[in-house]
């Protein structure tokens, strides 16, 4: 694989580049898109990212509130965006739903410990 080259499949796109990793999913809600594109990154399954070794997506930010944000049922566009920084990653949920991720250049955590 090339430094740009995406690996596709039904619902996610990853691309690796100079900056790092980025993970693009959408799910039908966007809190368990952040949960199963931060899984992919770390290689584990979604079920699987617990304490001691994982914050919980609750400890970060409010579920409900993401959902609520970020998915529209009207079918109306919205210019929204939530960032925040979750289990060493730089996360991004648009107004759409989709969820990018890409490791997080300020958290020198992860890199002593995983």
């Given amino acids: ?18 900056s790092g990793f980025s993970t693009t999913i959408s799910a039908s809600l966007p809190s368990i898109a952040v ?9 584990v399954d979604p079920v699987d990212l617990t304490p001691p070794d ?6 970060v930010v409010d579920p409900d509130a993401l959902d609520a944000l970020c ?15 979750f289990n060493g990653y730089e996360v991004s949920v ?8 890409r490791p997080d250049p300020t958290d020198r955590s992860r890199t002593a410990t995983r």
Avoid: C, W
Avoid at 94 to 101: E, I, K
């Fill in 94 to 101: 648009a107004g759409d739903g989709s969820v990018a991720v």
């Fill in 71 to 85: 998915s529209r049922s009207d079918g109306r566009k919205t210019t929204v965006e939530v960032r925040f920084s």
């Fill in 54 to 59: 994982y914050e919980l997506l609750r400890d």
């Fill in 1 to 18: 694989m090339d430094d740009h080259s995406p690996i596709r499949n039904s619902n996610s796109t990853a691309e690796a580049n100079s």
């Fill in 35 to 43: 949960v199963e594109a931060i899984a992919r990154q770390e290689g």
